[in-house]
């Protein structure tokens, strides 16, 4: 009860003190029915403050208060009158009340959510309730006054009335409580509103005295009121329909029907004791009403049972069919490794025939696994104290490798499991696409031969190997001479089908211990494991390559001959996978200085080219200051309209002394000056205000998109730069993409994952450029969060004309999807690409389909025709 009720409860009593003190007095009289007129006030105000769900279950107890009220001011009246026998009008107000209050009980009683065995199993409970206590009633209070012939017939059936309409009052608050009713408070309160008025009516009957009037029985009659009234306001705020719980006291339920068969024997035995008058055949019509109470309830609590063991033998077998199909499989065996699962429900994956005790270690073994492994397993879960710990068990089967995942929990605490759960599920589907995508990261898609990433991670680890033995590592570096020109008179088709060949040729002239890979366009290298220091190995390895290069190719009915420039470096102390790779590169150009189609050796004299770079460097000194930089842009192209979504800013350098100098030749260089920061926030702050100025000119959300070095991305000044460039533009951060390569992020990872984020904080979006082409992609994506994936050109290359979409693309971009980035093709050349592209549902491109980098007044003119174009 809460704090608010209680003081009602305290002032109440206060009152009934008063009132007994000065009942027979004229003052006596005006507060017995002034706090009656209270109590309905109370019940009528506490009803509309009732929830509209609550409020249809009130206003029938605020009636029977207000009933009851009015019927004793009736029978005040009828006493003034001389009314004292009979069935009197306020017999029939007061009987109205009751019929009022019993409805209100069975209105709470019909809520949604019990089923029609609850609710007969509480009717049946609340049957035997009433005929219980009006069975003792009956030998007690009421059959003598029944049995009074010098009393009325009407006074005698509303005296005998009164205490059963109680009584059933009673046990209508009994049933709604066992079925579950949630307004317990007020339930109790009403049943002892009506407790009160059972007393005062059977004092009344038992005790003539009380018949002329008596101040207490008037208290309990008054203090019943007061109490149903009282109940018309409780439970209220809560805002929600009222609903049922659970069922309460079962077994106290099942006690109390019980026990009622017990009540005409002990009543019987009581009369017996006192010698009292026993009602004729009242133990043998009240046992035969209980004892078939009893059976019905009996009857309903066995066909519950039957039930519910239907629904757990359903159940079961729901579970076991479940287990049975189910590539899953979930195990529960003990701290020490014993299988407690029952071995007949385990599915075909881990069915082992045969009965009695299995550890968990014979399972492991009779399907491949180490048993080892699982122990360690389940070891490790024991420590983690009811936490899930995951593994990958490698298996085999009938010669193939099969992957099993892992995840366990030690539930031994929880009586419901008692052991170590174990999850056992086939990955195997999931590590072969793994390993397929993984393949794909470190190798060329053309050529299949090893990209550049994976081929510096060898000759790293070459290196290494020397430092512990004999011999010396070498590079061969390979350029072919004329593929340009296959590319512009027969088409990348015909190109591509010429790298494939290349690849192939070189594969077939290299010992198995060697290492070919695709460094990128036309340029191939070889790692040559070598016994010794000088380069003879590799020379004999550059002179197969170009003895293999020099035989034509045949390509679409068609004869083309290619030739190759080849540049040997040999590993050194102090050589890095890097310098060894440049060194060769070196070389190379000298090769094809010296005339194509020839090998040569790098020494140390080639590096005369490194003076050009720093040329190169001190014309980058003062470009920004002269002007010498322009921004062109690239528009990115939605391929399901055609519209234009953005650009990509590209910088251009038109040196003064050098002239136009392109980004491959002086971008490494300002990367390696440290000029590429004051040179990378010109970009971002010209990119933003050219972007901001479309969008607002032409009233379009556009992005564009600037392209971040791995120094820029290690920078503590990059978030600065971007800040200030946003901030003098008014561009929305959302409007600008960040572009960074795989590269960019592997220099760094740690530094690199930390400046991602906090420009993520800023509200921009990241981009990975060039995907596939770096080292671990699969990684970078699991380690850093972008927006968008870029498909390298490379691979949008592969699109050819035979409508056929290249498993490594439809890859990349179902990869993508998975992962919810934004898919950008790059390098669309050809109408047939766009196509297969829109086919494969990838959302953007950008491409010389499209359009070549543009100036800005270009660009702003192109936004022109695209918006007329869309509005026509």
Known sequence: MSARNMVVAVLVAAVLAVRAALFGTGAGVVLYYAVGVAAVAVAWWGTSRQPASSRRIAWPVALGVTLSVLGDAVWWVEAQFGVTSGLAPSDVVNLAGYAAFGFGLLRASARHGRSRQQRIAGSIDAAVVFVTVVVVLWQFAIAHVVHDASLPLGSRLVWALNPALDAAIIALVFRLVVTGVRRLEASVTVALGAGAWLLADVAYLVDG??????????????????????????????????????????????????????VPAVMEAYVDAIGAEEAAGLVLVATAVLTTLVFARTALLVAGEARARARLVSQQRYSAALAAHSSDAVVVVSRDGRLLSDRATLPDMVRVDGDGELQATELVRSFGGDPREVQVTIERAIRA?????????????????????????????????????????DISDRKRAEEALAHQAFHDALTGLAN???????????????????????????DLDGFKGVNDTLGHPAGDALLREVARRLRSVVRIDDTVSRLGGDE?????????????????????????LAVPFALEQQTVTVSGSVGIAVGHAGATSDSLVGDADIAMYAAKMAGRGRSVVFDAGMRASAVAARELEEQLRGALGEGEFRLVYQPVVDLADGSVTGFEALLRWNSAALGPVPPDRFVPVAEASGLIEPIGAWVLREACATAAGWRAEHGRDLTVAVNVSAVQLTS????EHITEALTASGLPPSALVLE????????????????????????????????????????????????????????????GEDGVMPPIVRGMIDLGRTLGLEIVAEGVETEAQRQLLVEGRCDLAQGYLFARPLETVDASLLLVADSARAGA
């Open 385 to 425: 104290a009811g936490e899930v710990v995951d593994a990958e068990l490698l298996c085999e089967r009938g010669g193939e490798n099969v992957w099993i995942g892992i995840r366990a929990a030690d539930l031994t605490d929880d009586p419901d499991v008692g052991g170590v759960i174990v999850h056992l599920t």
């Open 740 to 799: 960074v390569t795989e590269t960019a992020l592997v220099a760094d990872p740690e530094r690199a994952s930390e400046c991602l984020a906090a420009l993520r904080a800023l509200g921009l979006r990241l981009a990975l450029d060039d995907f596939g082409t770096g080292y671990s992609s699969l990684a970078h994506l699991r380690q850093f969060t972008v927006d968008v994936l870029k498909i390298d050109r490379s691979f949008v290359g592969t699109i």
């Open 209 to 262: 005295q009380f018949r002329s009037g008596s101040a207490w029985l008037a208290t309990g009659w008054l203090l019943g009121t007061l109490l149903m009234a009282l109940a018309c306001g409780m439970n209220r705020g809560t805002g929600e329909p009222e609903t049922a719980g659970e069922p309460h006291g079962g077994m106290g339920r099942l006690a109390v029907c019980l026990s009622a068969l017990l």
């Open 716 to 719: 503590p000044h990059l978030v």
């Open 452 to 478: 550049r990433a994976l081929f510096a991670d060898r000759v790293e680890q070459a290196l290494r190997r020397a430092v512990r033995g004999p011999g010396q590592p070498a590079v061969v570096f390979i």
């Open 524 to 548: 191939f290298a070889v790692l040559v494991e070598q016994a010794g220091s000088e380069p003879e190995e590799a020379v004999a390895t550059a002179e197969r390559v170009l003895a293999a």
